[in-house]
């Protein structure tokens, strides 16, 4: 009889995975090895054989999270290049918030991540940091932290289940607060 062959980085993943689906069920301050260890269907002692603290799994699931904020930041930004109405594609962006909660609610892990846990803020500021750095090439500074800061709005209501403004009425928030503060930036000629 042959035996099964080990997996270490596949178990890793499905811990992590877990990790990240347990902050979403029950919050960052929730987490145990034991939740995580039954939602990835491994032994309570793999958790701890792959993360030597509670610390160190929250914030490998966090990083998960974080690479996703990367990649749509990344389409975020490729989008604003391809398009003339800064506000139109911000507003299609914080609107698909509103028909994802999943990701409202693992954007909102990382906001009060960053309040209760010091030594992942790093981490956790990176989807502002990265918004803002995306933005200002398109806006004064003055409106990127305006714009940051009503996108923060916009993803916790998401997160909470209430309704999130349409695309129409975000527009018309961003460009009050874009004000004159749009800087062009020419797009390539292909």
């Known amino acids: 009889m042959a035996r099964a062959r080990r997996d270490p ?9 877990a990790a990240v689906a347990v902050i979403l069920d029950v ?12 939602r990835a269907g491994v032994p309570l002692g793999a958790t701890t ?3 030597a603290s509670l610390d160190d799994l929250v914030f490998a699931a966090l990083g998960d999270v974080a690479k996703s904020s990367d990649d749509e930041l990344a389409a975020l930004e490729a989008d604003l290049a391809d398009s003339d109405d800064v506000p139109g594609v911000l507003a299609r962006y914080l609107a698909s918030y509103g028909t994802d909660p999943v990701r409202a609610r693992a954007q909102a ?22 918004l803002a750095l995306v933005l200002a090439t398109h806006m004064g500074e003055v409106a990127v932290q305006a714009v940051v800061t009503y996108s923060y709005g916009v993803v916790l209501r998401a997160a909470r289940g209430d309704t999130v403004p349409g695309t129409v009425e975000l527009a018309a928030v961003l460009v009050r607060l874009i004000g004159g503060e749009m800087q062009h930036t020419p797009r390539p000629r292909s």
Do not use: M, S
């Open 9 to 17: 980085e596949g178990r890793r993943r499905a811990i992590v995975e």
């Open 109 to 130: 892990a990382f906001f009060v991540a960053n309040l209760d846990n010091p030594q992942v803020r790093e981490l956790t500021n990176q989807w502002d940091a990265g």
């Open 27 to 38: 919050g960052v301050n929730n987490v145990t090895h034991r939740k995580v260890a039954a």
């Open 49 to 51: 054989q792959y993360f």
